[in-house]
């Protein structure tokens, strides 16, 4: 008897396996991105400790390879403890003002704020139903987001860039939002589809969310609408 049931929990945990494979997929296709658009050299936290594994300098956990840090940025523990590590910065840096001067409101300038490392994201592969281009949705998770700020976006050239070599076959997109870093996605360098609809901006106050749509303009010739011509080629 004990035997069966061993036998019938073996195939639910297969199960399991299968599901946490397709997880394992998902973090796979999240760690090369990471590695493509992230530059981990310039990660204060990140540190190659003298047995060749990788050390999380902020939350103190080993990690086996650098994909596996990554991932770990991307986690609630290391979220939670930029969050906390930003809001004893800020009560830090509280101290240092002076207590007499003129009464009037601190304005810090965006130069001086304290970076708090990187949002989580989250980034997924696009096909428009009807016309059948690609495209990507791009899902920021900002939890501690300043007071005020709404994220901004910005696509850049490989020749603007000053990280890596340029390359023209790629260009990337900036999502910025104070207190976190500013990130970017290295994307292919075909030209995005502006037409309305097709690229969008959505920002979830509630969700703390950012989200991004855009559609590469299809290689073929460019689909026409009913009522609506494609730029440039109204008809002679
Ligand atoms: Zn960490």
Redesign the pocket.
């Known amino acids: 008897m004990d035997f069966q049931n061993r036998v019938g929990s073996k195939s639910r945990s297969g199960g399991v396996a299968s599901w946490s494979e397709s997880n394992v997929d998902r973090r796979e296709r999240l760690r090369k991105l990471a590695l493509e658009t992230i530059d981990i050299s310039k990660d204060p ?1 990140f540190m190659k400790n003298h047995l060749g594994s990788y050390e ?1 300098k ?2 103190l ?1 080993l990690h086996t390879s650098e994909g596996s840090y990554l991932a ?2 991307q ?1 609630k ?2 979220q939670t ?2 969050a906390r590590r930003a809001s004893k910065e800020a009560r830090d840096s509280a101290i240092a003002q002076p207590a007499i001067g003129p009464a009037k409101p601190l304005v810090v300038p965006n130069r001086n704020i304290i970076k708090i490392g990187r949002p989580g994201y989250r980034v997924t592969k696009v096909r428009d139903p009807v016309t059948r281009q690609l495209g990507l949705l791009f899902q920021v998770q900002y939890p501690q987001i300043a007071t005020g700020v709404i994220p901004r976006h910005r696509f850049m050239a490989a020749y603007e860039q000053k990280v890596e070599a340029p390359n023209k076959a790629y260009q990337y997109l900036l999502i910025a939002a104070e207190p976190y870093e500013t990130i970017a996605f290295k994307v292919q360098s075909k030209e995005i589809d502006r037409a309305p609809g097709k690229f969008w901006t959505h920002w979830d106050h509630d969700a703390k969310q950012f989200s991004l749509q855009c559609f590469y303009k299809s290689e073929k010739a460019p689909v026409l609408f009913e009522g609506m011509a494609a730029p440039g080629t109204a008809p002679p």
């Open positions: 936290y999380c902020l939350c956990t770990h940025t986690g523990k290391h403890n930029l």
